[in-house]
Nanobody
Framework: HVQLVESGGGSVQGGGSLTLSCTASGYRPSMAWFRQAPGKEREAVAAVINDGTTDYVDSVKDRFTVSLNTSLWLQMDNLIPEDTALYVC???????????????????WGRGTQVTVS
């Protein structure tokens, strides 16, 4: 297992931007961002594999950008109140052919960073 630590959350007004980062204690070739709002189920946001291939949930396409180098990043632009949630990063130990948006494909999880959009 690796330890994952997220940072970069905060409070912004609608239309604003935030950049989240997730630092892993070890190398992981497949990583993703999930989020959970109060009273709602956890949902996938974006996933990336080490060749740079990405995938997104429809609600964030064209607004969010995920990237993976020494850390996992999530650039969030044009934020809306519906983006308010605890954002958690996840990592898989095996390389995938395509980024997965399924929680069951990830084995290591961070504690999350809160994003609030008003």
């Amino acid at each position: 297992h690796v330890q994952l630590v997220e940072s970069g959350g905060g409070s912004v007004q609608g239309g604003g931007s935030l950049t989240l980062s997730c630092t892993a204690s070890g190398y992981r070739p497949s990583m993703a961002w999930f989020r959970q709002a109060p009273g709602k189920e956890r949902e996938a946001v974006a996933a990336v594999i080490n060749d740079g291939t990405t995938d997104y949930v429809d609600s964030v396409k064209d607004r969010f950008t995920v990237s993976l180098n020494t850390s996992l990043w999530l650039q969030m632009d044009n934020l809306i109140p519906e983006d308010t949630a605890l954002y958690v990063c996840a990592a898989a130990s095996s390389l995938r052919l395509w980024p997965s948006l399924k929680a069951e494909d990830y084995h290591d999880w961070g504690r999350g960073t809160q994003v609030t959009v008003s």
